[in-house]
Each structure stands twice: as structure tokens, then as C-alpha cells.
T-cell receptor
Framework: GAGVSQTPSNKVTEKGKYVELRCDPISGHTALYWYRQSLGQGPEFLIYFQGTGAADDSGLPNDRFFAVRPEGSVSTLKIQRTERGDSAVYLC????????????FGEGSRLTVL | AQSVTQLGSHVSVSEGALVLLRCNYSSSVPPYLFWYVQYPNKGLQLLLKYTSAATLVKGINGFEAEFKKSETSFHLTKPSAHMSDAAEYFCAVVNNAGNMLTFGGGTRLMVKP
């Protein structure tokens, strides 16, 4: 696609529920990133994929968070037993391997846990 | 590990006035530095980047930033603010491997008519 696409744009759920957030990166970008942005803060790194494998998942806050990228393109961020503190905007970005550091971001998925 | 600090979470300027948004970095190696802009309910968009070429970097929308090693700074400036510049601005540094960005806390720019 022309840009990074994220769905849903908004998700409201109840505490304890399971949530999936989807990211479709720019076509041909091998690297895919998930960041979390809480209100009034900068994006915080969660996990990074190079191809199908998670190259670095050191930012995942706990084992309720998991992400997959089975075919090296679309990725899904999965959150189990959601808590109110999980409320944030989840940003996905992709990168062309040739461009050091420069990420292209989607518009984010706003998660609200009631 | 690399990090960036943005001084001032909120900056307010009048339309037509100089914009100065501050960013200081910490890095054990020559850094690659970025400024991103985020408009309300939108994703982050790259404004400009420093990759060890010219120290004065020009970006989109009339913004520029100067890399100063002696001051470990990469401040963002624009000579004349426009109402459309109102947004959140993030400074970021890339890690040694060149595959991850670490962001500052952001500065919200408000432009008064």
C-alpha cells in the first residue's frame, strides 16, 4: 500500500478482554515496529520484526503482550487480559532496510480499556 | 544506550515569531538524529534527519535543525511560525545498530494568532 495502515483506528474494550490490533506495512518494507504512546508522552518501543521473526521484543511490558508477523508482511499485536493501564495509542511503523533509522508510521490504534 | 531529552513539554509562540524547540542527545557514538511531527489524531511524520553529513539540516515546511556536537544538541527552528505548525514535535535518536529509534517526550507547539 501507499502507507502504513492500522486497524482498528479506535477500540474500546472492558478490563480482562482480549484485543488484537493489526498493522499492514508499506509494501516491500522488511522491518516492522510496534510502539506505544501514552497520553502526553513520546512513543515507547515495544517490538521489532525483521521479516517474520521478532528481532527485538525487549519493550513488551509483560507476557500479556504478544505480536506476530507470520508471512513477513502484516503484523498483529495481541493483548490478553487487558488492564486499564494498557489504554494508549499503539503505533505501527515500517522501514526500508536501506534507510538507517527512518521509520514510516501509521495513524495508530487508540485502545481504551474501561 | 542512546537517549534524547526535550526541554519544555509546551512551547507557545505568536504567529510570525521564531520557533525554537530544544533537543539534547546522549550517545556513545556519532548519532543519527531525527525530528518528527505529529498532528492531532495522526501518525508521526518525518520532518528532517541528521546522518553525519551537513550539520545544518533543512526539512519540510520551512523547519531546520543544527547538529552541535560540543553542546550535544539538535534544536529545531523555524524563522516564522504559522498557525498550521501547531502540533506535537518529537526528537529521536537511532541506536548503534541503526535499527531502532528512541524518542523524547515531545514538545507541544501552540501558535497564537
Amino acid at each position: 500500500g501507499a502507507g502504513v495502515s492500522q486497524t482498528p483506528s479506535n477500540k474500546v474494550t472492558e478490563k480482562g478482554k482480549y484485543v488484537e490490533l493489526r498493522c499492514d506495512p508499506i509494501s516491500g518494507h522488511t522491518a516492522l515496529y510496534w510502539y506505544r504512546q501514552s497520553l502526553g508522552q513520546g512513543p515507547e518501543f515495544l517490538i521489532y520484526f525483521q521479516g517474520t521473526g521478532a528481532a527485538d521484543d525487549s519493550g513488551l511490558p509483560n507476557d500479556r503482550f504478544f505480536a506476530v508477523r507470520p508471512e513477513g508482511s502484516v503484523s498483529t499485536l495481541k493483548i490478553q487480559r487487558t488492564e486499564r493501564g494498557d489504554s494508549a495509542v499503539y503505533l505501527c511503523a515500517s522501514r526500508n532496510r536501506a534507510n538507517t533509522g527512518e521509520l514510516f508510521f501509521g495513524e495508530g490504534s487508540r485502545l481504551t480499556v474501561l | 544506550a542512546q537517549s534524547v531529552t526535550q526541554l519544555g513539554s509546551h512551547v507557545s509562540v505568536s504567529e510570525g515569531a521564531l520557533v525554537l524547540l530544544r533537543c539534547n542527545y546522549s550517545s556513545s557514538v556519532p548519532p543519527y538524529l531525527f525530528w518528527y511531527v505529529q498532528y492531532p489524531n495522526k501518525g508521526l511524520q518525518l520532518l528532517l534527519k541528521y546522518t553525519s553529513a551537513a550539520t545544518l539540516v533543512k526539512g519540510i515546511n520551512g523547519f531546520e535543525a543544527e547538529f552541535k556536537k560540543s553542546e550535544t544538541s539538535f534544536h529545531l527552528t523555524k524563522p516564522s511560525a504559522h498557525m498550521s505548525d501547531a502540533a506535537e514535535y518529537f526528537c529521536a535518536v537511532v541506536n548503534n545498530a541503526g535499527n531502532m529509534l528512541t524518542f523524547g517526550g515531545g514538545t507541544r507547539l501552540m501558535v497564537k494568532p
